[in-house]
């Protein structure tokens, strides 16, 4: 069973999102191993790239800030080996293919297995399109994680019967970031996936409060959450580690807490 697996094995996981190297390396290594400590059941990287075209201002200003601090791939590489010396959390990277095939997409997915990342996400990739890393992915023991959207409506079947590791249901139109109400009928769309297979649906986008992070785990089986995130980072930043464990807790616990009362 992968790290992936038994992150969501009997419980609702919540998955944190960082951007690799905002403020610094040094940081973001702090910054992962605390959400771990925290109760964060797997932990999302973001590669900064000067064109996330799937992410909000927030998030590309993070972006922007860790590519003026000299961050690469070859520094976040080194800095999951560091991060594996000292937790078995699940690791997943989020980058866009450019950054994958200029590094070249064998020796990235292969520095991906070494340095002990379970998963890659990868935004601009149509599901028609995964044949591009799919294999190498396989390959190298890394599962390739499956978007749906509100628009994927009959594909959505498709792309669930495929999907390794997760599916990770995007839960608004448009770009990453914060938002105060979430109006898609999400339970239908993960009633779909559940239709063809057993993999674990995670919601993402949009989530920031414990309440919203209960009510989506109570429709799926994990909670992503970024901006919100991104965004202590952003106004605290290298003394962001305390404010962003506390607020891992809380989200946590409101996931807990839903999922209690329910019962």
Known sequence: ????????????????????????????????????EAGAD??????????????????????????RGGCTTDKLFEMIIQ?????????????????????????FLSRCAECGIDGLIVPDMPFEEKDELADV????????????????????????KEARGFIYCV???GVTGVRSEITTDLG????????????????????????????????????????AIVKLVAKFGKDSVEPVLDYVRSMKKGIDDAVKNKS
Not at 87 to 94: C, R
Request: charged residues 20%.
């Open 83 to 107: 991060i594996r010396q000292k937790t078995d959390v699940p690791l997943l990277f989020m980058t866009y293919l450019n950054p994958i095939f200029t590094y070249g997409k064998e020796k």
């Open 1 to 36: 069973m992968s790290r992936i697996t038994r992150a969501f094995a009997n419980r609702k996981a919540f998955i944190p999102f960082v951007t690799g190297g905002d403020p610094d390396i040094e940081t973001t290594e702090k910054l992962v191993l605390a959400m771990a």
């Open 137 to 160: 992915c396989e390959l190298h023991g890394i599962d390739l994680i499956s978007m749906i959207a509100p628009t994927s409506q009959e594909r959505i079947t498709m792309i669930a």
């Open 42 to 67: 797997l932990i999302e990287i973001g590669i900064p790239f000067s064109d996330p075209v799937a992410e909000g201002v927030v998030i590309q200003e993070a972006d922007e800030r860790a590519l």
């Open 188 to 227: 239908k769309m993960v009633q779909k996936v559940r239709e063809v297979t057993g993999v674990p649906c995670a919601i993402g986008f949009g989530i920031s409060t414990p309440e919203q992070a209960g009510s989506m785990a109570l429709l799926a089986d994990g909670v992503i959450v970024g901006s």
């Open 171 to 173: 839960s608004s139109l």
